[in-house]
């Protein structure tokens, strides 16, 4: 039996959740579209086919008792603005999308299944501002993870979402757009209330909450230190 499950888990948050999990004797399983030491099965995400192939082989094996979605990115190179928007939407709402659809065709997956769990972003907000394309594939994600949480209620199953502000981490996006410590200080004291960052070990203890607490069910935690309510909108 898996205890937790992690889609994205070769660089970044996963990276971080993957250790975080395993360091507190949680049997993982990771799942990512680049090789690396926390990735355990490699798939890209985005590929229906792929999804459908490993789905199908850890049905045949282990059965995971909780997933966290964390696969996604938060920017496209592509020119024009349908592009990002496409390639976003791919990234951060359809490879969750496929993944959940895949084994609700797989009634043996429901049986073991305690808790989903998505990782989104604060983005998915209406009051807080970024990139058009960013933000809708993020708001589909939410909404969907909303609707699933009604019909996977029959299922005894718990869907929750988590809506991060700012992540600091070691392969972090913050970690390398500043050249000094300063600048780093700088920017979260004018940008995070509590002039602190996000850390991976939040994430960890808000999913392990969500993981723990059987009664809570279709809850979104906003895990930003208040950033939303001072940032422009």
């Given at each position: 039996?898996?205890?937790?499950?992690?889609?994205?888990?070769?660089?970044?948050?996963?990276?971080?959740?993957?250790?975080?999990?395993?360091?507190?004797?949680?049997?993982?399983?990771?799942?990512?579209?680049?090789?690396?030491?926390?990735?355990?099965?490699?798939?890209?995400?985005?590929?229906?086919?792929?999804?459908?192939?490993?789905?199908?082989?850890?049905?045949?094996?282990?059965?995971?008792?909780?997933?966290?979605?964390?696969?996604?990115?938060?920017?496209?190179?592509?020119?024009?603005?349908?592009?990002?928007?496409?390639?976003?939407?791919?990234?951060?709402?359809?490879?969750?999308?496929?993944?959940?659809?895949?084994?609700?065709?797989?009634?043996?997956?429901?049986?073991?299944?305690?808790?989903?769990?998505?990782?989104?972003?604060?983005?998915?907000?209406?009051?807080?501002?970024?990139?058009?394309?960013?933000?809708?594939?993020?708001?589909?994600?939410?909404?969907?993870?909303?609707?699933?949480?009604?019909?996977?209620?029959?299922?005894?199953?718990?869907?929750?979402?988590?809506?991060?502000?700012?992540?600091?981490?070691?392969?972090?996006?913050?970690?390398?757009?500043?050249?000094?410590?300063?600048?780093?200080?700088?920017?979260?004291?004018?940008?995070?209330?509590?002039?602190?960052?996000?850390?991976?070990?939040?994430?960890?203890?808000?999913?392990?909450?969500?993981?723990?607490?059987?009664?809570?069910?279709?809850?979104?935690?906003?895990?930003d230190g208040g950033q939303n309510l001072i940032s422009p909108n």
């Amino acid at each position: 039996m898996i205890d937790v499950l992690i889609l994205g888990s070769s660089k970044g948050l996963g990276k971080e959740l993957y250790e975080l999990f395993k360091s507190n004797k949680y049997k993982v399983l990771g799942i990512s579209r680049t090789k690396g030491k926390q990735t355990d099965i490699v798939c890209d995400l985005s590929n229906k086919v792929q999804v459908s192939k490993v789905v199908e082989n850890i049905s045949m094996h282990s059965m995971p008792r909780n997933i966290v979605f964390n696969a996604g990115q938060g920017r496209s190179s592509k020119d024009s603005l349908e592009e990002r928007r496409e390639e976003l939407m791919l990234q951060n709402f359809y490879t969750s999308k496929y993944f959940v659809e895949e084994f609700k065709k797989r009634e043996k997956w429901m049986v073991n299944l305690e808790s989903l769990t998505f990782i989104n972003s604060i983005c998915a907000l209406e009051n807080f501002k970024c990139s058009e394309e960013y933000k809708i594939s993020k708001s589909e994600l939410l909404k969907y993870s909303r609707a699933i949480a009604k019909e996977f209620i029959d299922y005894r199953v718990r869907v929750n979402s988590i809506l991060p502000g700012n992540i600091m981490h070691e392969n972090s996006v913050w970690k390398k757009k500043f050249t000094t410590d300063q600048d780093a200080k700088n920017f979260v004291d004018k940008t995070m209330p509590f002039s602190d960052w996000i850390y991976p070990k939040d994430i960890f203890d808000t999913i392990e909450f969500f993981i723990n607490n059987k009664n809570v069910v279709n809850t979104e935690i906003i895990l930003d230190g208040g950033q939303n309510l001072i940032s422009p909108n």
